[in-house]
């Protein structure tokens, strides 16, 4: 197994243990609650004592990469352990509440929670995780000074806004036709780039990093994020369901203005007679949102979009002073996340 690799699964497997133990508080296997956010993490609620990871595991990108930021910077990754869970307890709080509000159904290749147990239970899964992050954070005291603590619960508290207030434009946009880039940029931002930005900025918090250069990784982070979310919306139209774990092309559907949408409306050819048709809800299937798109060039014009915020992203870590090996473990796992497909 390649040295990158290997230490992700130690990373994850170190993750999965605190988010158990975390989970555990909410009762054992035979309270419904612990049932729930233990199945939207991706456990085996049958597998009896310790976890077993299903098939629909996350592959937990926002902890490990704060864990390998964090182990760049200062050659140790396991006491920032709580500070990826929190990270993952956000994330999982925020796909139960979406979910819901988007009625989608399937979620990582299964039911959504709300979808075996009903919105009501899902929302009170979702506020359990969001409560289990802020418990989680305690487990630094241990390591960490007080200041940095608390400085960790102020920006994650601000972070958890941004994404309440990304998702609500999120769904605002659902109704309108004239959103601009502009506006789809911010939104992006906010729902998706906050947290991979508090993923970083929360690394340099903990290893004692200069305001300048906490600022340099947090815009890092974001444009990262950006880019992620980018990836996700054209995975949504061209992504094969089965691979996606999800139903595929439900965003379009929705109205979602995402990037492939808004170049195609933009560019008033075949994707915005399609968008514009009364056959919309009915007829239309991925495939013509495919074809359209390509007719369109709208592929060469998202592509290009995504190879500047590559540049971006690593000219803002140019900036910063890494430490082998752990500088190569995590520019490997950048540069798959960053790969346009």
């Keep these: 197994m390649p040295k990158t690799a290997a230490s992700l699964v130690q990373m994850r497997k170190a993750i999965d243990h605190t988010l158990w133990v975390l989970t555990s508080r909410l009762g054992e296997n035979q309270s419904q609650l612990s049932q729930m956010t233990r199945y939207h993490l991706g456990y085996d609620n049958n597998a009896g004592a310790g976890y077993k990871s299903t098939d629909s595991w996350s592959k937990r990108t926002r902890p490990i990469l704060l864990l390998l930021v964090y182990a760049a910077l200062v050659s140790e990754w396991v006491p920032a352990i709580p500070a990826a869970a929190a990270i993952e307890c956000v994330h999982s709080f925020s796909l139960i509440h979406d979910d819901i509000q988007d009625e989608s159904p399937i979620r990582r290749g299964r039911p959504a929670v709300w979808n075996v147990w009903g919105a009501h239970r899902a929302i009170n899964a979702g506020d359990a995780l969001f409560a289990l992050a802020f418990e989680s954070l305690n487990l630094l005291r241990s390591d960490f000074p007080a200041e940095s603590v608390l400085d960790i619960y102020e920006t994650l508290s601000m972070t958890c806004i941004s994404l309440s207030?990304?998702?609500?434009?999120?769904?605002?946009?659902?109704?309108?036709?004239?959103?601009?880039?502009?506006?789809?940029?911010?939104?992006?931002?906010?729902?998706?780039?906050?947290?991979?930005?508090?993923?970083?900025?929360?690394?340099?918090?903990?290893?004692?990093?200069?305001?300048?250069?906490?600022?340099?990784?947090?815009?890092?982070?974001?444009?990262?994020?950006?880019?992620?979310?980018?990836?996700?919306?054209?995975?949504?139209?061209?992504?094969?369901?089965?691979?996606?774990?999800?139903?595929?092309?439900?965003?379009?559907?929705?109205?979602?203005?995402?990037?492939?949408?808004?170049?195609?409306l933009k560019a008033q050819k075949h994707f915005y007679s399609l968008w514009n048709s009364e056959a919309l809800q009915s007829e239309m299937t991925q495939s013509d949102w495919q074809i359209a798109l390509m007719e369109d060039d709208i592929l060469e014009e998202s592509l290009s979009i995504q190879r500047n915020l590559q540049t971006e992203i690593l000219q803002y870590l140019e900036h910063v002073e890494w430490n082998e090996p752990w500088k190569s473990e995590l520019f490997q796992c950048l540069y798959r996340l960053m790969e346009i497909h």
């Design 165 to 264: 207030h990304g998702q609500q434009l999120d769904m605002e946009y659902e109704q309108i036709d004239d959103v601009t880039l502009s506006q789809y940029f911010k939104l992006i931002e906010l729902k998706t780039g906050t947290l991979f930005g508090l993923s970083f900025e929360i690394s340099a918090i903990l290893a004692g990093c200069s305001p300048e250069k906490r600022l340099i990784l947090r815009k890092a982070g974001r444009k990262l994020g950006v880019l992620f979310q980018i990836q996700d919306d054209f995975r949504d139209l061209f992504e094969v369901e089965r691979n996606l774990g999800k139903p595929t092309g439900q965003d379009t559907l929705r109205r979602k203005k995402t990037l492939p949408v808004l170049l195609g």
